[in-house]
């Protein structure tokens, strides 16, 4: 084996010889693609990307058909991501897939930089968005996307734009919030040391009277403006009738602060202004984590990978014109040429073909589209032109069935009602409870003392390590999760984890790399090697856009191939060197052709004139790490399943190699999502982790979902958490870390209940002086903090395996 | 100690000055992107080498 690829650390194969001379070097490339990538980026003077790089690129993807850009000239589709900028410039809002760090923003902004016309480019690293203001008279959008993608990189019109600003904004109100509460505790804690040394005197002074007053000073914004967000939780959840967390916070912040402000205002009582802040701090601190990990989680799925594209070529009468795809509309003629997505249902008129359905309904092998043979929106034309008559589009194609489907079985999804808020509402209860007893016993014993002794117990068993027991156990593993390379999207994926009593995994694209390979060769003749075998058959299929020429790509351009003709569904023809070649299915390659090998995966035979060469075996290939997964999992006690819409025997092989004993073959979305509904009301709990469209429905309905990175679009924003490196292994230790993760939130919750079940009837007794309830409180909110901390040193994996990760840490700011 | 009366006031003037200038900062984008901008000066430095001479590196 030679050194990896120098642009994407993918092995090179051998026999591949494609290399770039980079910064006087020459470097090996594993295919085509980054060779071109590479070149482009060299050809522009920016190879000092390869030295400013912390991490590798992303693979590019295979060569696309060439005009595909062009429909976003269009104005009807420009006007959903172009807009107005000073006089006559505007500027492109553009999301671009497979940044990795801070050397790509450079790399794209000083290539677009280069184009004419263009006169300012920003990138944002963290939510892979890209402004571009360009002068429309040099220059049109779709050289932007062209630009963008010989340099490897994945761009899409940012339409989900409004989205995005609501993030934004909700992100630097956390933050604006967070720096209030900040420097407000600071300055408060400052002051109360000095209340503290002050205070037990009895009779307030001249000067604890003033620092009192300015504390309140610096507490009341925190109040007011911090610990708003909690306020205004509480009274959505008091007006639907149900107790969560937010109420005792914003009881105890309210209360706490009111009592102060009294005792400021008339000289008497005690002030607990630090204990306010710190407390609002804190908890701000860890929402804040929290929501930074799902907005990361939204903007990685921001729709990378469109479902159906923005344009469709419509025949009027012989001309072909292309129309924006909401503009289709029943029995429009269509020409799909070969790569181009379905952009509605209809019936094939002209032509045979090939159609890749896989994204709707999990089959691997190329569908025959014949006259009269349905088409379906979402799925890909294969290898050779169709002409389509469309028979229902928009909402009524199969593809927004799917997306109902998805949106029922999420209604049905199993609840999960937070622990914390569990024990919020008898919590809550108790202490009030208490709090009013307390008074009544008091006011028959010494009126003048009830009211601060009902305070003394609202503040002392102040929830404040209650509330903060969760949420810190949880951002402290979320963070965690994020360098193992697991992005959590939805806040319950914790608290379902541990519970998990059955994995089930998707076939294609999960279990598998989701990429034909080369399983096998076997040669008929002598004087042939399987390198030349390689060769020939990567020069017949440098043409296509068939599946699996995606096998034969790195070697292609050892040789050249010329007259290639596509036989659709069948194979390939061309000559190379005056010698013609056949690659295909047998009874095509040969007249009488011999019975295939046995083996697993899909064989092709190449053959020349003079007869058959060599069987080639094709098939997907098990991710490496699918294998240990499995039986990592098992050591766990989960059992493990595979569920594949795919009919073919491969799913029994793949199922065999991976160690998984139960599986199922053939099943559709709807199939699927019956199954998982059966096992759950077996009492399972379900973890489901799968990536094509087919797969949404489950995903959504599942306990716990996991999507892969290289998923569908919908599929990621349905699922719990993304996958980033494909590692299966990140599993087995999340689960792992959940259910740590939950030892740890009910060691936090039994350390703050025993807390207060001291507290509270000390309090109750008159018993607890103000600084020895401060004390405590900051004390026992500390230990809960630094217990969740623990998690965040949780065992890391070995080595190797976090290749991305890192880049997707949410750098904080406070 | 008659000093804490005018010190503190000034403290807390400055606390509140410091806080408009972090919600400058917060609205302005400072905390936008976090990773990318502490690293691109060392990129345009590095720059002026290889791009302003681009045929060099490509025989």
């Known amino acids: ?814 | 100690m008659d000093s804490l009366y005018f010190l503190i006031p000034i403290a807390v003037v400055f606390v509140a000055l410091a806080t408009k200038v972090f919600f400058w900062a917060v609205n302005n984008g400072q905390y936008d992107d976090l990773e990318t901008e502490g690293r691109r000066i060392l990129f345009e430095d590095d720059l002026q080498g290889p791009s302003s001479e681009p045929g060099e590196k490509e025989q």
């Open chain 1, 1 to 814: 084996m030679t050194s990896p690829c120098y642009h994407c650390g993918l092995p090179v194969p051998a026999g591949s010889n494609h290399t770039v001379v980079i910064e006087g070097t020459s470097r090996s490339m594993c295919c085509p693609g980054c060779e071109a990538v590479a070149s482009a980026i060299v050809s522009g003077g920016l190879d000092g990307f390869y030295r400013y790089r912390e991490k590798q690129s992303d693979r590019p993807e295979q060569s696309q058909p060439q005009d595909r850009w062009g429909a976003y000239d269009l104005p009807e589709v420009q006007q959903q991501f172009v807009h107005d900028w000073d006089g006559e410039a505007k500027m492109a809002a553009l999301l671009i897939g497979g940044i990795t760090c801070a050397a790509c923003v450079w790399l794209i902004e000083k290539h677009l930089g280069q184009l004419t016309g263009i006169e300012k480019v920003s990138v944002n690293a963290s939510t892979q968005r890209a402004q571009v203001v360009f002068d429309p008279e040099q220059i049109q959008p779709s050289d932007l996307f062209e630009a963008l993608e010989r340099i490897g990189y994945r761009p899409a019109p940012a339409t989900a734009a409004n989205r995005e600003s609501v993030i934004q904004s909700e992100h630097r109100a956390a933050l604006r919030r967070l720096g209030v509460a900040g420097l407000g505790t600071m300055q408060v804690m400052m002051f109360a040391i000095a209340l503290y040394f002050g205070a037990g005197s009895g009779d307030v002074g001249e000067f604890e009277r003033y620092f009192r007053w300015v504390s309140l000073l610096v507490a009341t914004p925190v109040v007011f403006y911090a610990a708003r967000p909690f306020f205004s939780a509480a009274l959505r959840s008091l007006r639907a009738r149900h107790l969560n967390m937010d109420v005792p916070v914003s009881l105890a912040i309210g209360l706490a602060y009111g009592a102060s402000f009294y005792a400021t205002v008339f000289g008497t009582g005690e002030v607990y202004f630090e204990s306010i802040s710190m407390f609002t701090f804190f908890l701000l601190l860890g929402r804040t984590v929290e929501m930074r990990a799902r907005h990361r989680a939204g903007l990685a799925s921001g729709g990378l990978a469109q479902l159906l594209p923005m344009t469709a070529a419509k025949f009027a009468g012989d001309e072909i014109t292309h129309i924006p795809v909401a503009a289709l509309t029943e029995g429009d003629r269509i020409l799909l040429r070969p790569g181009d997505t379905v952009p509605a249902d209809g019936e094939v008129l002209e032509g045979e073909s090939g159609v890749d359905e896989s994204l709707l309904s999990g089959e691997s092998a190329l569908q025959q589209k014949a006259m009269g043979s349905p088409v379906y929106a979402g799925s890909v034309n294969g290898d050779s032109s169709l002409t389509v008559r469309v028979v229902a589009a928009g909402r009524s194609t199969r593809l927004s069935a799917i997306e109902r489907l998805v949106e029922r079985a999420q209604l049905d999804k199993p609840s999960q009602v937070a622990l914390a808020d569990r024990v919020a509402g008898i919590f809550v209860g108790v202490v009030l409870l208490a709090a009013l007893g307390a008074f009544a016993v008091w006011w028959q014993l010494d009126p003048s003392r009830a009211f601060w002794v009902a305070l003394s117990v609202l503040v002392v068993t102040c929830p404040c390590a209650l509330s903060l027991a969760t949420p810190a156990a949880l951002a402290s593993a979320t963070l965690r999760l994020q360098e193992l390379g697991l992005l959590v999207a939805g806040g319950s994926l914790l608290e379902t984890l541990p519970q998990i009593s059955r994995v089930v995994f998707d076939k294609t694209g999960t279990l598998t790399r989701g990429e034909p390979r080369i399983l096998q060769i076997n040669l008929i003749r002598d004087d042939w090697t399987e390198q030349r075998v390689k060769d020939v058959a990567a020069a017949l299929e440098s043409q296509t856009h068939h599946p699996l020429a995606r096998a034969f790509r790195s070697w292609r351009g050892n040789l050249a191939a010329s007259q290639l003709k596509v036989h659709t569904g069948r194979g390939l023809e061309g000559h190379i060197d005056d010698v013609r070649y056949r690659l295909g299915r047998a009874d095509f390659a040969v007249s009488k052709p011999e019975k295939a090998p046995e083996g697993e995966g899909q064989w092709l035979l190449l053959a020349d004139d003079r007869g058959a060469v060599a069987w080639i075996a094709l098939g997907d290939k098990l991710r490496e790490s699918a294998p240990q997964a499995v039986e990592q999992l098992g050591r766990m006690g989960l059992s493990v399943e595979l569920l594949s819409g795919d009919q073919s025997g491969e799913v029994q092989r793949l199922a065999s190699e991976a160690g998984i004993a139960h599986f199922r073959a053939g099943a559709s979305p709807e199939d699927k999502l019956t199954h998982m509904r059966q096992l759950q009301s077996q009492g399972e709990a379900v973890l489901m982790v799968g990536d094509g469209l087919n797969d949404v429905p489950v995903l959504s309905g599942a306990d716990a979902s996991v999507a892969m990175m290289s998923a569908a679009d919908l599929a990621q924003s349905r699922a719990d958490a993304i996958l980033l490196n494909g590692d299966l292994q990140v599993l087995a230790q999340s689960v792992e870390l959940a259910r740590k993760c939950r030892r740890v939130v009910r060691q936090n919750l039994a350390w703050a209940l025993g807390y207060n079940a001291i507290a509270l009837p000390l309090a109750v007794c008159g018993l607890v002086p103000p600084w020895a309830a401060a004390i405590g409180m900051s004390l026992s909110s500390l230990v809960v903090v630094v217990n969740a901390l623990r998690l965040s040193r949780a065992k890391s994996p070995e080595g190797g395996i976090a290749r991305r990760a890192p880049d997707l840490q949410p750098g904080f700011a406070d």
